[in-house]
């Protein structure tokens, strides 16, 4: 990614999340290419980071996802369009 000191490469927010530009799935979760390249992470707020991922286009046409370790999981929708947990602690690897 072309920033790494935490703010946002699209909007200039600080960064909080680092998206993979090709997600993470279960069958590249084992290519370190994919998982760790600089050339497929991008440090995004979390509006964007939302964007990116529910914005558009139904790139995940159902309710699941997949976790920080490529599990399959049910998206956490909670009514205030919120998908993901307020993730201050740390960068959510997704
Ligand atoms: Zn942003
Ligand atoms: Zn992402």
């Given amino acids: 990614m ?4 935490g703010i946002c490469e699209r909007c200039g927010e600080p960064a909080r999340i680092v998206h ?3 997600w993470i799935n279960a069958s590249n979760i084992n290519d370190p290419s994919i998982t760790l390249g600089w050339d497929n992470l991008e440090a995004l707020c979390q509006t964007c980071h939302n964007e990116e991922h529910h914005g558009s286009a139904d790139r995940i046409k159902n309710d699941l996802e997949f976790d ?3 599990n399959v999981i049910k998206k956490k929708m909670a009514g ?3 998908p993901y947990p307020p ?7 997704l």
């Fill in 87 to 93: 993730s201050s602690k740390h960068f959510s690897k």
């Fill in 20 to 22: 993979h530009k090709v």
């Fill in 80 to 82: 205030d369009g919120q």
């Fill in 2 to 5: 072309k920033s790494r000191n």
């Fill in 68 to 70: 920080e370790d490529g």
